[in-house]
Structures are given as C-alpha cells and as structure tokens.
C-alpha cells in the first residue's frame, strides 16, 4: 500500500494539488474576465472557478500514469480499484470544499466547481483509457471550448456546455455524475495497450 501511494504521488503531488485548489476557490470564487465570444455578440464572462478544476484533473491523470503497468498487472492488491478509490476521495473532497466555500461565501461559481470538476474528471478517465496523453487534453480542450463556444447569448450558455449551467440545475448534475460513474466503471474495466 505504502509503495502505490508513493507510485501515484498522493502526498507530493496529490495533496498540494487539493490544498490548492481550495486556495483558489476560497480565493477567486467571484472573480471574472470578460473574453471574446466566437458564436455570440459581445464577450463572454468567464469566472476563474471554470478553470479550478483542471488543478485536479492535470494531477489525477499525472498521478495515474505513474506507476508501471506490468508490476501493476502483477501485483496482488487490485490496484484499479486502489486507483478508483483515489479519484473518488480527491473528486469528493473538492467537491464539499467548492459547496462549503459557496455556501459560507455566498457564491453559485463555487458550487458549481465541485460538479464540474466531477465531470471533467470522468471525461478525463474516459479519455485516458483511449490515449494516455488524451487525459490531459481533454479537460483543458474542453474548458476553452466552453469559454469561446459555449454561450448562445450573453448569459445563456448552450446545453452542451454543462459546466456553464446554473449550480441548481438537476438535469446538468445528474449528467455529470452519469459521466464520472462511467470513467470510473471504464477505467477499472478496459485493459489499456
């Protein structure tokens, strides 16, 4: 057990990554630029708390590519299911940090952040299974996609761009948890080449 979480880098690179991110949301939870749209008239607020989960998801998928898949394949301890756990614990835990912070703050964009790092962080399993450098790229790709693409109007984000959507909005939510339920059940499933 010690060997795998020095493998996946929990203390060095998983913890500061987390004590980060909560930094940030504790932060910047109302803080704004306005960007060029490509789609719609005027310019597109982007709030920082959009970005705050690519501090999790860049440091889960560095930390699953540590490791080596043949004393991996090897080894007694199922360490698919170790690997799970870990997402789960990092993704929930900056999940109540982002909800404690909106709620003591007053602040939807850091409720927000909790479920869109949800999602991004099963996109970025997803990904992973497919092409181990794909689990960076997809998140960070996807976050610029929304901040230049995603709105239709000033303020009406498209339904596709889910991490744009209202904090309380059920339907967005559950497809966030349907996508991290799924990279999570695919990476302990699909053997990658």
């Given at each position: ?43 597109n607020r982007v709030f920082l708390m959009q970005m705050t989960p690519l ?139």
């Open positions: 057990m010690t060997l795998w979480l020095k493998a996946r880098r929990v203390q060095a690179v998983l913890a500061p990554a987390l004590a980060a991110f909560v930094v940030v949301v504790a932060v910047a939870h109302d803080q704004y630029v306005r960007l060029p749209s490509l789609l719609a008239a005027g310019g501090i999790i998801t860049s440091t889960l998928a560095y930390s699953l590519a540590q490791g080596s898949r043949e004393i991996e394949a090897t080894a007694k301890r199922r360490i698919r299911a170790l690997d799970a756990a870990l997402v789960t614990t990092l993704v929930v835990a900056a999940a109540l940090a982002g909800l404690v912070i909106g709620i003591l703050a007053g602040s939807q964009e850091a409720i927000m952040t909790g479920r869109n790092t949800m999602f991004l962080a099963g996109g970025m399993l997803l990904a992973r299974t497919a092409h181990e450098q794909a689990a960076s790229a997809l998140p960070v790709g996807w976050v610029f996609a929304v901040m230049f693409l995603g709105y239709r109007d000033f303020g009406r984000p498209w339904p596709w761009a889910v991490t744009l959507h209202p904090a309380g909005y059920l339907p967005t939510l559950g497809f966030c948890l349907f996508v991290f339920v799924a990279g999570l059940t695919v990476h302990a499933r699909v053997r990658r080449a």
